[in-house]
C-alpha cells in the first residue's frame, strides 16, 4: 500500500529565508505527486503536480518540488518566503494501481516570523 | 470558473441526528472524491464517483455513511446515527476523467458533533 511522511510536524522560517518542506513516499512504481496548501478552515489548493517527464515541477505562489526516484522523496521548495505563506501543506501520492485516490501525508504547519 | 463548492460550511449536530452535506463539483468534471480529515492529519479518502456511479468505497465508510451523485452532477453524503467521533472535516474534490487526473477541492464542511 502507498504512504506518505512528511517527517516535519512544524516549520518556523523567518521572512524571506528560503524553505525545503520534505516528503517522501512508498511504493514501488513512480507514482503521481502532488503538494497542497490549506490556510486555517479552508480546502486544500493545489500548488504543483508530478506526473512524468521533468523531475523539477514549477508550481503557483513561487513555489517548486523536485523529484527523486532514488530517495523515493518530492520535496517542496522556495526560495524567498512571505508571510502569507504561513499554512499548512501536504504532499499527497497517487497510482492507478490504486484506483484514483489519493494518499496524503500529515501535514508540515508553517510558520513565518517576521 | 467556479471552483469546488459545499454547503453547509458548518454543522454542529447532537449525538445521534443524522446529516446531510452537499458538494457541488466544477462543472465539466465527472469526477467527485470525497474526503474525511480530522485535526492535525491529512485527508483520508472515503469514496469517489465516476458520473453517478460510485467505484470506491473506504473501509472508513461505515454503514451509516451513504454518498449518492443520483444525477453525475452534485453529491451528498449522509451521516446517519452521528458519533462523537464523525467529528472533522469532510472535503470534496472533483477532477476531469484523466489518467492521472488532478483533484480540484472544495472548502470543506465542518462537522462537530456533541
Known amino acids: 500500500a502507498q504512504s506518505v511522511t512528511q517527517p516535519d510536524i512544524h516549520i518556523t522560517v523567518s521572512e524571506g529565508a528560503s524553505l525545503e518542506l520534505r516528503c517522501n513516499y512508498s511504493y514501488g512504481a513512480t507514482p503521481y505527486l502532488f503538494w497542497y496548501v490549506q490556510s486555517p478552515g479552508q480546502g486544500l489548493q493545489l500548488l504543483l503536480k508530478y506526473f512524468s517527464g521533468d523531475t523539477l515541477v514549477q508550481g503557483i505562489k513561487g513555489f517548486e518540488a523536485e523529484f527523486k526516484r532514488s530517495q523515493s522523496s518530492f520535496n517542496l521548495r522556495k526560495p524567498s518566503v512571505h508571510w502569507s505563506d504561513a499554512a499548512e501543506y501536504f504532499c499527497?501520492?497517487?497510482?492507478?494501481?490504486?484506483?484514483?485516490?489519493?494518499?496524503f501525508g500529515a501535514g508540515t504547519i508553517l510558520r513565518v516570523k517576521s | 470558473d467556479t471552483g469546488v463548492s459545499q454547503d453547509p460550511r458548518h454543522k454542529i449536530t447532537k449525538r445521534g441526528q443524522n446529516v446531510t452535506f452537499r458538494c457541488d463539483p466544477i462543472s465539466e468534471h465527472n469526477r467527485l472524491y470525497w474526503y474525511r480529515q480530522t485535526l492535525g492529519q491529512g485527508p483520508e479518502f472515503l469514496t469517489y464517483?465516476?458520473?453517478?456511479?460510485?467505484?470506491?468505497k473506504s473501509r472508513l465508510l461505515s454503514d451509516r455513511f451513504s454518498a449518492e451523485r443520483p444525477k453525475g452532477s452534485f453529491s451528498t453524503l449522509e451521516i446517519q446515527r452521528t458519533e462523537q467521533g464523525d467529528s472533522a472535516m469532510y472535503l470534496c474534490?472533483?477532477?476531469?476523467?484523466?489518467?492521472?487526473?488532478?483533484?480540484?477541492f472544495g472548502p470543506g464542511t465542518r462537522l462537530t458533533v456533541l
Open positions: 499527497a501520492v497517487g497510482a492507478p494501481e490504486y484506483g484514483n485516490k489519493l494518499v
Open positions: 474534490a472533483s477532477s476531469l476523467e484523466t489518467l492521472p487526473d488532478t483533484q480540484y
Open positions: 464517483f465516476q458520473n453517478e456511479a460510485q467505484l470506491e
